[in-house]
Protein backbone atom coordinates (compact mmCIF):
# COMPACT_ATOMS: atom_id res chain seq x y z
CA UNK A 1 0.00 0.00 0.00
CA UNK A 2 1.37 3.73 -0.85
CA UNK A 3 -1.27 6.15 -1.08
CA UNK A 4 -4.05 5.97 2.29
CA UNK A 5 -6.94 8.01 2.41
CA UNK A 6 -8.59 9.37 5.53
CA UNK A 7 -12.07 10.21 6.05
CA UNK A 8 -13.08 11.48 9.48
CA UNK A 9 -16.58 12.30 11.29
CA UNK A 10 -18.77 11.30 13.43
CA UNK A 11 -20.26 9.39 11.52
CA UNK A 12 -23.36 9.22 14.00
CA UNK A 13 -24.87 7.61 11.60
CA UNK A 14 -22.45 6.92 8.82
CA UNK A 15 -24.79 7.41 5.54
CA UNK A 16 -24.78 6.80 2.17
CA UNK A 17 -22.83 10.28 1.55
CA UNK A 18 -19.88 9.59 3.35
CA UNK A 19 -19.80 5.92 1.00
CA UNK A 20 -20.10 8.36 -1.89
CA UNK A 21 -17.10 10.65 -0.82
CA UNK A 22 -14.78 8.01 0.10
CA UNK A 23 -15.70 6.23 -3.03
CA UNK A 24 -15.11 9.69 -5.32
CA UNK A 25 -11.87 10.31 -3.35
CA UNK A 26 -10.70 6.38 -3.83
CA UNK A 27 -11.16 7.02 -7.32
CA UNK A 28 -10.26 10.40 -8.28
CA UNK A 29 -6.38 10.33 -6.20
CA UNK A 30 -5.99 6.09 -7.13
CA UNK A 31 -5.90 5.50 -3.32
CA UNK A 32 -4.94 1.88 -2.06
CA UNK A 33 -7.73 2.51 0.63
CA UNK A 34 -9.83 4.82 2.81
CA UNK A 35 -9.72 4.73 6.47
CA UNK A 36 -12.65 6.24 8.26
CA UNK A 37 -11.54 7.66 11.70
CA UNK A 38 -14.80 8.04 13.73
CA UNK A 39 -13.93 10.93 16.51
CA UNK A 40 -14.38 10.25 19.73
CA UNK A 41 -15.04 14.38 20.74
CA UNK A 42 -14.89 16.91 18.06
CA UNK A 43 -13.69 20.09 19.67
CA UNK A 44 -16.04 22.03 16.85
CA UNK A 45 -18.55 19.70 17.70
CA UNK A 46 -18.64 19.28 21.66
CA UNK A 47 -22.50 20.93 22.58
CA UNK A 48 -24.27 18.34 20.33
CA UNK A 49 -25.13 14.91 22.23
CA UNK A 50 -22.88 12.10 20.40
CA UNK A 51 -23.68 8.43 20.10
CA UNK A 52 -21.98 6.33 22.12
CA UNK A 53 -18.07 5.31 20.28
CA UNK A 54 -19.10 1.47 20.60
CA UNK A 55 -22.41 2.32 18.71
CA UNK A 56 -21.04 4.26 15.79
CA UNK A 57 -17.99 2.12 15.32
CA UNK A 58 -20.99 -0.47 15.07
CA UNK A 59 -22.72 0.97 12.50
CA UNK A 60 -19.56 1.96 10.42
CA UNK A 61 -18.56 -1.01 10.52
CA UNK A 62 -22.08 -2.24 9.23
CA UNK A 63 -22.36 0.56 6.55
CA UNK A 64 -18.18 -0.72 5.30
CA UNK A 65 -18.99 -4.17 5.51
CA UNK A 66 -17.84 -6.41 1.97
CA UNK A 67 -15.77 -3.37 0.83
CA UNK A 68 -12.24 -4.04 0.95
CA UNK A 69 -10.98 -0.52 -0.40
CA UNK A 70 -12.31 0.57 2.69
CA UNK A 71 -11.42 0.30 6.81
CA UNK A 72 -11.49 1.96 9.87
CA UNK A 73 -9.11 2.77 12.22
CA UNK A 74 -10.40 3.53 16.28
CA UNK A 75 -7.43 5.27 17.11
CA UNK A 76 -9.50 8.19 17.79
CA UNK A 77 -12.11 6.57 20.08
CA UNK A 78 -9.03 5.15 22.28
CA UNK A 79 -7.75 8.74 22.72
CA UNK A 80 -9.17 11.07 25.67
CA UNK A 81 -10.40 14.12 25.28
CA UNK A 82 -10.79 16.10 22.00
CA UNK A 83 -10.19 14.52 18.33
CA UNK A 84 -8.13 17.13 17.05
CA UNK A 85 -7.00 15.79 13.24
CA UNK A 86 -3.27 16.94 13.75
CA UNK A 87 -2.69 14.32 16.47
CA UNK A 88 -4.99 11.79 14.47
CA UNK A 89 -2.93 12.28 11.16
CA UNK A 90 0.26 12.09 13.26
CA UNK A 91 -0.22 8.94 14.66
CA UNK A 92 -0.92 7.48 11.26
CA UNK A 93 1.98 9.09 9.88
CA UNK A 94 3.66 6.51 12.45
CA UNK A 95 1.39 3.68 11.75
CA UNK A 96 1.83 3.97 7.91
CA UNK A 97 5.12 4.44 7.30
CA UNK A 98 6.66 5.36 3.81
CA UNK A 99 2.61 5.33 3.10
CA UNK A 100 1.70 8.90 1.34
CA UNK A 101 -1.59 10.16 3.18
CA UNK A 102 -4.93 12.01 1.88
CA UNK A 103 -6.81 13.67 4.20
CA UNK A 104 -10.48 13.84 2.76
CA UNK A 105 -12.91 16.59 4.08
CA UNK A 106 -16.14 17.62 2.66
CA UNK A 107 -16.68 21.56 1.59
CA UNK A 108 -18.53 22.24 4.32
CA UNK A 109 -15.28 21.94 6.45
CA UNK A 110 -13.16 23.72 4.25
CA UNK A 111 -13.40 27.14 5.46
CA UNK A 112 -13.02 25.81 8.85
CA UNK A 113 -9.61 24.52 8.42
CA UNK A 114 -7.54 27.68 9.55
CA UNK A 115 -9.51 27.57 12.95
CA UNK A 116 -8.31 23.40 13.44
CA UNK A 117 -5.36 22.88 15.65
CA UNK A 118 -1.86 23.24 13.84
CA UNK A 119 -3.14 23.62 10.57
CA UNK A 120 -0.33 24.12 8.92
CA UNK A 121 1.16 20.72 10.04
CA UNK A 122 -1.86 19.16 8.65
CA UNK A 123 -0.39 20.16 5.35
CA UNK A 124 2.89 18.64 6.15
CA UNK A 125 1.79 15.01 7.04
CA UNK A 126 -1.05 15.03 4.28
CA UNK A 127 -2.55 15.87 1.15
CA UNK A 128 -5.87 17.55 1.87
CA UNK A 129 -8.41 17.06 -0.36
CA UNK A 130 -12.00 18.35 -0.73
CA UNK A 131 -15.20 18.69 -2.44
CA UNK A 132 -16.21 21.87 -3.25
CA UNK A 133 -20.44 22.30 -4.23
CA UNK A 134 -21.14 24.37 -7.21
CA UNK A 135 -22.59 27.21 -5.36
CA UNK A 136 -19.77 28.29 -3.01
CA UNK A 137 -16.53 29.56 -3.21
CA UNK A 138 -13.51 28.95 -1.01
CA UNK A 139 -11.21 31.36 -0.18
CA UNK A 140 -8.35 31.49 2.86
CA UNK A 141 -4.87 31.01 3.60
CA UNK A 142 -5.17 27.67 2.53
CA UNK A 143 -6.55 27.62 -1.04
CA UNK A 144 -3.71 27.35 -2.93
CA UNK A 145 -2.87 24.06 -0.58
CA UNK A 146 -6.16 22.19 -0.67
CA UNK A 147 -6.97 19.91 -3.85
CA UNK A 148 -10.36 19.94 -5.08
CA UNK A 149 -12.19 17.31 -6.78
CA UNK A 150 -16.05 16.83 -8.09
CA UNK A 151 -18.50 14.09 -7.17
CA UNK A 152 -22.32 13.49 -7.37
CA UNK A 153 -23.86 16.24 -4.75
CA UNK A 154 -25.70 14.62 -2.26
CA UNK A 155 -27.60 16.62 -0.01
CA UNK A 156 -27.83 13.47 2.90
CA UNK A 157 -26.87 14.68 7.00
CA UNK A 158 -26.42 12.89 10.02
CA UNK A 159 -28.24 15.21 11.81
CA UNK A 160 -30.92 15.26 9.03
CA UNK A 161 -31.08 11.29 9.26
CA UNK A 162 -31.35 10.92 13.36
CA UNK A 163 -34.29 14.18 12.83
CA UNK A 164 -36.60 11.76 10.49
CA UNK A 165 -35.55 8.47 13.21
CA UNK A 166 -36.66 10.41 15.84
CA UNK A 167 -40.33 11.53 13.60
CA UNK A 168 -40.66 7.08 12.56
CA UNK A 169 -39.75 7.97 9.41
CA UNK A 170 -37.77 5.87 6.98
CA UNK A 171 -34.32 6.19 6.47
CA UNK A 172 -34.11 3.54 3.50
CA UNK A 173 -31.79 4.49 0.87
CA UNK A 174 -29.90 7.54 3.25
CA UNK A 175 -27.76 4.61 4.80
CA UNK A 176 -27.01 1.51 3.63
CA UNK A 177 -29.63 -1.52 4.29
CA UNK A 178 -28.03 -3.33 7.30
CA UNK A 179 -27.58 0.38 8.87
CA UNK A 180 -30.93 1.14 8.51
CA UNK A 181 -31.80 -2.31 10.23
CA UNK A 182 -29.43 -1.67 13.24
CA UNK A 183 -31.20 1.84 13.89
CA UNK A 184 -34.49 0.22 13.66
CA UNK A 185 -34.04 -2.73 15.63
CA UNK A 186 -31.63 -0.89 18.23
CA UNK A 187 -34.06 2.06 18.60
CA UNK A 188 -31.02 4.48 18.43
CA UNK A 189 -32.10 7.96 17.97
CA UNK A 190 -35.37 7.57 18.99
Do not use: C
Request: glycine content about 6%; aromatic content about 8%; charged content about 30%.
Amino acid sequence: MTRLGILGGTFDPPHIGHLILAQNAFENFKLDKVLFVPAAIQPHKQKRKVSPPEVRLRLLQLALEGDDRFDISDIELKRSGPSYTIDSLRSLQKLYKGIKLYFIIGGDNISDIATWKDPDKIFEIADVVAVLRPDSQFEGPFKDRITLFNMPQIEISSSEIRKLVGQGKSVKYLVPDKVEKYIRENRIYS
